[in-house]
Antibody
Framework: QVTLRESGPALVKPTQTLTLTCTFSGFSLSTSGMCVSWIRQPPGKALEWLARIDWDDDKYYSTSLKTRLTISKDTSKNQVVLTMTNMDPVDTATYYC????????????WGQGTLVTVSS | DIQMTQSPSSLSASIGDRVTITCRASQSITTYLNWYQQKPGQAPKLLIYGASSLQSGVPSRFSGSGSGTDFTLTISSLQPEDFATYYCQQSYSTPRTFGQGTKVEIK
């Protein structure tokens, strides 16, 4: 079965760089059509799509955050890493990774999310 | 970026009610529209994809319709487990974008 799990620091200081890892099982990012997305949700607010990496290493980013985001994959480890630079308190949110099947154009499996708080 | 607007932002309904949530895109997205359900403390769950296709395991009381810019999620008979927040998402182009959510509460 498909599972995803996010990991990373629960607390980061302003201006620091956040590194989050999505570790997944049940599918391979070397399989044509497979993708992994990152989405975040500030407390009490709506979902915000951040980035996506595809099986062929194509990468896509949020327009407003693209200068701060980098997404990469390690196919052998079944992991996707998201880095976000220059963290600010407004970046406090639950960060989710999700699988997307390009053929279906939908995020069909999600991790449980990891809460990241930005505070000095 | 394509903007997604949901209405209403919240609604109160009773068990057994028919509930309709609307999502509008800022440009045509044909049928590249997904609906997610999110309960407090949980990750979003895919309900509907391609505007009207029911995700496996989702009860048939959920249905979706629409194309172009206007879409609807309908719950035919609201059940206790359906009280949650619902989000639409366009998958027509990247970056993907979500609506602001509709919270369905108990009347």
């Amino acid at each position: 079965q498909v599972t995803l799990r996010e990991s990373g620091p629960a607390l980061v200081k302003p201006t620091q760089t956040l590194t989050l890892t999505c570790t997944f099982s049940g599918f391979s990012l070397s399989t044509s059509g497979m993708c992994v997305s990152w989405i975040r949700q500030p407390p009490g607010k709506a979902l915000e799509w951040l980035a996506r990496i595809d099986w062929d290493d194509d990468k896509y980013y949020s327009t407003s955050l693209k200068t701060r985001l980098t997404i990469s994959k390690d196919t052998s480890k079944n992991q996707v890493v998201l880095t976000m630079t220059n963290m600010d308190p407004v970046d406090t949110a639950t960060y989710y990774c999700a699988r997307m099947n390009a053929g279906g154009a939908r995020e069909d499996y999600w991790g449980q999310g990891t809460l990241v708080t930005v505070s000095s | 970026d394509i903007q997604m607007t949901q209405s209403p932002s919240s609604l109160s309904a009773s068990i057994g009610d028919r509930v309709t949530i609307t999502c509008r895109a800022s440009q045509s997205i044909t049928t590249y529209l997904n609906w997610y359900q999110q309960k407090p403390g949980q990750a979003p769950k895919l309900l509907i994809y391609g505007a009207s296709s029911l995700q496996s395991g989702v009860p048939s009381r959920f249905s979706g319709s629409g194309s172009g810019t206007d879409f609807t999620l309908t719950i035919s008979s609201l059940q206790p487990e359906d009280f949650a927040t619902y989000y639409c998402q366009q998958s027509y182009s990247t970056p993907r974008t979500f609506g602001q959510g509709t919270k369905v509460e108990i009347k």
